[in-house]
Structures are given as structure tokens and as C-alpha cells.
């Protein structure tokens, strides 16, 4: 496949740095910049390369003169005037007009990805143009992307948050692109100077023809002085270490409740229930200072505070701040933070990201570092005691283990995890039989929880009721009984129906209703109840039906598996 190379910009911002030399030829480490892009290109079987140039372009040439590589083929696009990234790409047509596909990229980005990999995805989908994306903390200066399940990019928006203050976290093109032939279709009448960000793409994503690339890596611009002191330091080996991880979100079969002080304590709880394979993620970069930046990207937020140390509860990130506090955490750092699901949707969301962010200050710890029972507890500790927000320990210690478990919980730390080790097709069967439906957005559950706290006592009878099927759905899972398990799930929604007065609605009952009438054996309010999510276990085959008639009524269902990793942190 041949490639395009941009190396047309005059890198006016950078010229206090380099002020001699085009861009891509900036120093690093006794190579250009540009050298770093062709071993790139070149290990990944790239060979045919069109360099398409304005300022300086001897100099490039003359560098490129020098490469004693046989099997490379250099070809050259010299532009008498600027003609945008639009107008070399037009210019350079006459090399790439008899290709199906072919590879652009930006002579001043560089974007280590598997470029074997972004093929396999554009060939795949045979769009007319695929972006190599990347996740970035500040889309301020970038152009905004953002894409639908199927990767289908829906909007693109230049510079969209170009005025405001603070930065915001999203997704935004790393400069790699896969083009079908069909682009030249939508460069028809145009003339140079015209850019491709801003004239063309917007285009093709409107005609639908533009698909987004997701990659776990981060593009590097040497655009700045400063993009260009960090993409030094990443070619180099010398950039920071960032630490990264996710922690699973779950889906609850019984007991839900009774694992609540003081019942747990008093008469002890259990709660069965699994992780999926829906996650929030974050990643920890430490700073210099002690400044802290968290940035939000379900919320589309950013948080600055001057000082690691003088952190107040306002309102905002109070969570993040309980754990700062309880860990003694005294360096500055940027923490970036996303999940798969909205907030308050009873899948244990906050339970979740507690667990992961004392997870990725953990994963840092060297002399000592906590376990997973420790883990789990200071984040239950974290969001009861300091945030006063009542509710059970079993979110924090599912997403912690992962997989299937049945907890027993007899008051304080004391919590036993009983993994359930299912056989393989007990599992599948199982995920074939689960449907997880969302019914809409619920209020906080501490909310919830302080609105029923004076009805616990008087219904520590119902609270034993459901800690007894909790034990009896146990015992049938462990016996292959989907069947009896699916009537037990059931059995215990009428009982927290009496109990979690407000955690039903008219709205969530013709939902159960229509879902028993099409074939579920039973179903229940994951979480605190009010909204949220819905999960049925469905009789044999009856899944799609259920399914149908639940969207219908303007529920969503989850696609999801089962995990078995918990919490994960990785450098």
C-alpha cells in the first residue's frame, strides 16, 4: 500500500525550537523526526512512500537522499504555494489515483499503532475513510470525534471547545488515515488552499462513509514546543510511566440487602452475584508538582485543585477526594476517568470506580501494597463513613474478585468470598438465559438507601426472607437448576417489592409483567432500585422474545459476558 506523507506546515510555533529545519526533520536523539515515522512505516511493510512538501522541502529531499535503504522508494510532492492538507492531497493524486486504498499521515504526529491491525479494521468495514483515533485529556485545540457501537464516526466537530478554560477529555483523529479511492469523489471542484480536517471530513462522516479506529495507544505532536518536548521524551524511552486499569461493573442474583449494617452484623448477610464485562477505566499519570487534574469524561469535566493535600469536600469528586485523603496520597498527579454505563444505573458504577482508583494508587505503592480484601474495604470505608452514604459492601468486593462469587457478610470487615467455579457450559448457559435491560436514570442510591433506613428494623423478616433464597439461589446454581434459580430470583422480587417502597414504579412493573408474560422465569431492580438496570433469567429460547417486548415498552438491553479478571492495573 502507498503512503502519504503531510510534510507541507510551516511550523511557525515551533520555530523558536527549530528554527533552521522543516518539522519533520526536528532532532531527536541524533535522528529527525521524520526518520522515526519511516522505520514506522517501514516495519510494518510500507515501502512505497509520497512525501508531499512546501517549506524547506530540499532539505527534506536531500535528508531522504541519504537513506541507503534499497528497498524504500521515495517519491516527491513539491508545492509551489501552500495549498492545505486538502490541496497536497489533491497534488499528490497522480501517485495513488490506480490504488483501492491507501495510508495518509501526518508528517508532525506520531501514533505508534498496530498499522496491520487499523488494515484489517478499514478492509473490514470498506468505508471511505477510517481515523486512527486517540484519547487525549484536553480536545481543546483538536477537532472532537465521537462514534456509535459500531464504530460509525456520528459527529466530528472542529476545535468545539476551543473557548473554554479548562480542558476536556476526549477523542480526536492521531493523524493516521486509511482512504478508499471514493474520497477524490468529495475533492471534486475544490481548489487549493483547502484543508482536509475542515472541508472534507466533515463530509464524508455526514454522508455516513467515516469509521473511528479505537486503539490503547496516545499520538505524540510535535507541533508545540512543548508536543514537541514530550514526543522527545517518548522516542526516547524516557516518558513518564502511566498507570492504567479498569474494574469491572455487576450484576446481582440475590441477597442484595442483607450484606447492609446493621442486619449483616446483627444477623449476618449473603448476596450472590457476578461481574461483567462492563468496566470503568482510568489512568494515572504523577506530576512534577502537587497539583491535581481529574478529568471526567462521562461528564465531560475537568478538576483542577492547587495542592494533593488541601482538598475540601465540596460536592465534586468528593469520593476521589475520600480515598486521596484516606491514602495519604501527597504527590500531584492527572487522573483520567470513563465508564461503559451512566451513573446510578445499579450496576455498582461508584462502587466500581472507588475500586479503581484506589487500584491505580496502589498499583504505584512500593513498599507496601494492599490486598484485595484491603482494597475493598477501604473503598466501602471511603463511601460510607466518609461520604455518609449508606449502603452494603458487596459492589466493592465484586468488582475487586471478579467472576461469580456468593459472599457471606457477618458485620464489619468480615466478608468470606466463595467462588462459585462453574463449569464452562453452566456459564454460557447461564449468559444465554441473562437479559439486562435499562429502564431509565435513577437518583443516587445513598438517597435511596437513607429514604429506607428507618424500615430496616421493622423488616428484618423480609431481609431474612431474602437472605434465605440467596442461599437457596446458590444451591441451585451449583446444581445446574437455571430453572429453579430463574423462580427464586422471582420469589424475591415480590418480597423486595413490600420492602423497596420506592424502588419500584408503575413503569418497572408493567416492565417485570411483560417480561413473565413473554417467558422470563423472574426478574429484579439491580441496585438500589427506582431505575437503573433490570436483569430476567429467561426460560429456554425465550430470550429474544423478551427482549423484544422489553424494547418495545423503551428498554434497552445490555450486551455483556461474564468476566472472571476483577480488578486490573497495568503500566
Known amino acids: ?69 534499497a528497498d524504500v522508494t521515495y517519491r516527491f510532492v513539491v508545492e509551489d504555494k501552500p495549498m492545505g492538507t486538502g490541496g497536497a492531497l489533491l497534488k499528490a493524486r497522480e501517485f495513488i489515483a490506480h490504488d483501492e486504498d491507501f495510508l ?16 484489517l479494521f478499514h478492509k473490514a468495514r470498506k468505508p471511505i475513510l477510517s481515523i486512527a483515533l486517540s484519547n487525549v485529556l484536553d480536545v481543546r485545540r483538536y477537532s472532537c470525534i465521537e462514534i456509535d457501537k459500531n464504530f460509525k464516526i456520528k459527529s466530528y466537530a472542529e476545535k468545539l471547545y476551543g473557548d473554554r478554560e479548562d480542558p476536556v477529555a476526549g477523542l480526536v483523529s492521531g493523524g493516521v488515515y486509511l482512504i ?12 487549493a488552499p483547502f484543508s482536509l480536517e475542515a472541508d472534507i471530513i466533515p463530509k464524508v462522516v455526514k454522508a455516513g462513509k467515516a469509521r473511528g479506529y479505537l486503539s490503547d495507544k496516545t499520538h505524540y505532536d510535535i507541533g ?25 461493573l455487576r450484576v446481582a442474583f440475590g441477597g442484595g440487602g442483607s450484606d447492609v449494617p446493621p442486619f449483616d452484623k446483627k444477623i449476618g448477610g449473603l448476596v450472590l452475584n457476578a461481574t461483567i464485562n462492563r468496566y470503568v477505566y482510568g489512568s494515572l499519570t504523577v506530576r512534577e508538582d502537587r497539583k491535581v487534574r481529574i478529568i471526567s469524561s462521562d461528564y465531560k469535566k475537568t478538576y483542577l485543585y492547587d495542592d494533593v493535600t488541601n482538598l475540601f469536600f465540596d460536592g465534586e469528586m468528593d469520593l476521589i477526594k475520600a480515598i486521596i485523603k484516606r491514602m495519604d496520597i501527597n504527590y500531584g498527579f492527572e487522573l483520567y476517568l470513563r465508564s461503559d454505563v451512566p451513573p446510578n444505573s445499579g450496576l455498582g458504577s461508584s462502587a466500581s470506580l472507588s475500586v479503581l482508583v484506589i487500584g491505580l494508587f496502589n498499583h504505584l505503592s512500593v513498599e507496601r501494597k494492599l490486598n484485595k ?46 467462588p462459585l467455579n462453574l463449569d464452562k457450559e453452566t456459564v454460557m448457559e447461564l449468559e444465554k438465559s441473562i437479559l439486562i435491560v435499562y ?21 428484618v423478616a423480609y431481609l431474612s426472607e431474602i437472605k434465605n433464597l440467596c442461599h437457596e439461589s446458590y444451591i441451585a446454581l451449583l446444581n445446574k437448576d437455571l430453572l429453579s434459580l430463574g423462580n427464586l430470583i422471582g420469589e424475591a422480587w415480590n418480597i423486595k417489592k413490600r420492602f423497596y417502597e420506592g424502588g419500584m414504579s408503575d413503569y418497572i412493573d408493567a416492565l417485570y409483567s411483560e ?43 445490555l450486551d455483556f459476558s461474564f468476566e472472571f479478571d476483577g480488578l486490573q492495573t497495568w503500566e
Not at 25 to 54: C, E, N, Q, R, T
Not at 239 to 246: A, C, E, L
Not at 379 to 407: C, H
Not at 527 to 552: D, I, K, T
Request: positive net charge; hydrophobic residues 40%.
Open 373 to 418: 480484601h484491603e482494597i475493598a474495604e477501604l473503598a466501602f470505608i471511603s463511601e460510607t463513613e466518609d461520604l455518609k452514604n449508606p449502603g452494603g459492601r458487596q459492589d466493592q468486593y465484586a468488582s475487586v474478585f471478579g467472576g461469580l462469587n456468593f459472599f457471606e457478610f457477618k458485620g464489619n470487615d468480615f466478608v468470606k468470598v466463595n
Open 104 to 119: 495518509l499521515v501526518n508528517g508532525d504526529t506520531f501514533f505508534n499503532i498496530n498499522l496491520n491491525a487499523f488494515y
Open 515 to 557: 417480561a413473565i408474560k413473554n417467558g422470563a422465569l423472574g426478574g429484579r431492580v439491580l441496585g438500589a432500585g427506582g431505575g437503573g438496570h433490570m436483569v430476567f433469567l429467561c426460560s429456554p429460547n425465550s430470550e429474544s422474545r423478551v427482549a423484544e417486548a422489553l424494547e418495545s415498552m423503551g428498554a434497552r438491553v
Open 439 to 459: 429502564v431509565g436514570k435513577r437518583e443516587a442510591s445513598g438517597n435511596i438507601h437513607k429514604s429506607m433506613s428507618l424500615k430496616v428494623s421493622e423488616k
Open 180 to 191: 478508499n479511492k471514493g474520497i477524490f469523489e468529495f475533492l471534486k471542484g475544490k481548489r
Open 224 to 248: 508545540t514546543p512543548s508536543g514537541y518536548r514530550k514526543t522527545a521524551a517518548y522516542l526516547k524511552g524516557e516518558n513518564d510511566i502511566v498507570i492504567k486499569g479498569r474494574a469491572p
Open 1 to 69: 500500500m502507498k503512503v502519504v506523507v503531510l510534510c507541507g506546515g510551516l511550523g511557525t510555533r515551533l520555530s523558536s525550537v527549530i528554527s533552521d529545519k522543516p518539522k519533520p526533520l526536528a532532532p531527536i536523539a541524533g535522528k529527525s523526526f521524520l526518520d522515526y515515522v519511516i522505520d514506522w512505516l517501514v516495519s510494518s511493510g510500507h515501502k512505497d512512500i509520497i512525501l508531499s512538501m512546501y517549506h524547506k522541502a530540499d532539505q527534506i529531499k536531500s535528508h531522504l537522499g541519504k537513506d541507503k535503504r
